[in-house]
């Protein structure tokens, strides 16, 4: 009879008795090693308890200082919408991120809101 790897560990399996199963009276120590605990550090909640490292305070070299004070908001869409709009961009010499503050615009003042412009100046 010919057997192929996974056949043979099966059949070693079988033959070995099975691992105890915990009770409820073993204790599973769920904590990290010393070593690991010493690597991890403190525990912190949020990001800002703990002190920057170099490059936290380094600019990134994605950082664009037109974007400062300012925050991503975004969609997915079809590939061929988003084709449709860098064609557009290209034909009137724009950015897709203009055409998109003309379509927010659009869609303010459409539902009686504050143009983007406006809300700026507010600030």
Do not use: C
């Not at 090693?33 to 994605?62: C, M, Y």
């Amino acid at each position: 009879m010919t057997t192929n790897a996974l056949q043979a560990v099966l059949d070693r399996a079988v033959q070995q008795p099975a691992p105890e199963k915990p009770t409820a009276s073993t204790r599973v120590d769920a904590r990290p090693f010393p070593a690991v605990r010493e690597r991890l550090g403190p525990k912190t909640r949020n990001k800002q308890a703990r002190e920057p490292r170099q490059e936290d305070t380094e600019p990134s070299r994605h950082y664009r200082p037109v974007r400062e004070g300012k925050r991503f908001v975004g969609a997915h869409f079809h590939p061929e919408v988003a084709r449709q709009l860098k064609v557009l961009a290209a034909e009137d010499g724009t950015t897709i991120q203009e055409l998109l503050e003309q379509a927010v615009d659009l869609l303010f003042v459409k539902n009686g809101k504050t143009k983007i412009g406006e809300l700026i100046r507010k600030e």
